[in-house]
């Protein structure tokens, strides 16, 4: 019976030491965690830590906080360093499927059914963590014609996990820079998705979202509304 209970204890110690382990922690003036081991020890110079990824950072002794050690769990999501979690330079480039949706033009008389596929791309800065502008650039095929669209981007994250909700809105105009025969128009979208975190440097997303188009082909006019579905890389 002690055999059983000593194999049972040592087990349990065993479980609990697989599950938890002890790791540096950096902790920065802008809320910042990064969890790794430490290559070079805070000095006047600054800190320098690699995650768990392998990736390596420095940080200037200004924008620390403090430094530690503590144990965690297991947990690849609490330790992961998320893209872009702060200010700085961004690019996402998105494939995209639109769906006509009500009807076309002024009179109302004739039902969207055009569909369109869309190569984007929106190269921006995140302010924050949470918002980041950028200005996107893109073309679109819609059949028989195309449109280069040219817009201004905001993006909004409530918060940053390896599976991140985004909400997005954009402004500008889809220019007929390609056909003799078509003006294009004012171009608006809203929607939201999902971001899911690679590594620190890339992102998958993934977005749905609602889409106005102005446009006027020789002498008609082309309004419509669209529902587009996205999916790309941030980086």
Not at 182 to 194: C, F, K, P, S
Request: aromatic residues 12%; glycine residues 14%.
């Amino acid at each position: 019976m002690k055999t059983i209970i000593l194999t049972l204890m040592m087990s349990f110690m065993a479980i609990m030491a697989f599950g938890q382990d002890k790791m540096d922690v950096v902790y920065l003036k802008d809320g910042r965690v990064v969890k790794g081991s430490i290559i070079k020890p805070l000095d006047a110079d600054g800190v320098q830590i690699m995650t768990t990824e392998s990736d390596v950072y420095t940080f200037s002794a200004e924008e620390v906080s403090r430094v530690g050690r503590e144990k965690f769990q297991h947990d690849n999501l609490k330790n992961k360093v998320i893209v872009h979690d702060g200010s700085g330079f961004t690019n996402i480039t998105t494939l995209g499927l639109g769906f006509g949706v009500g009807s076309v033009g002024d009179e109302r008389s004739s039902d969207n059914d055009e569909t369109y596929f869309a190569l984007h791309t929106v190269n921006g800065y995140h302010l924050n963590r949470s918002l980041s502008l950028g200005v996107g650039v893109g073309i679109e095929w819609f059949g028989d014609y195309e449109l280069v669209p040219l817009y201004a981007d905001i993006r909004f994250h409530p918060s940053l996990t390896e599976w991140a909700p985004f909400f997005y809105g954009n402004l500008g105009f889809g220019l007929g820079l390609l056909e003799n025969n078509v003006d294009g128009g004012l171009m608006a979208g809203v929607g939201g998705g999902i971001q899911k975190s690679i590594n620190s440097n890339l992102a998958l997303v993934g977005s749905i979202g609602y889409r106005f188009q102005g446009n006027t082909i020789g002498t008609e006019n082309m309004d419509a509304h669209f529902l587009q579905f996205s999916v790309g890389v941030k980086f």
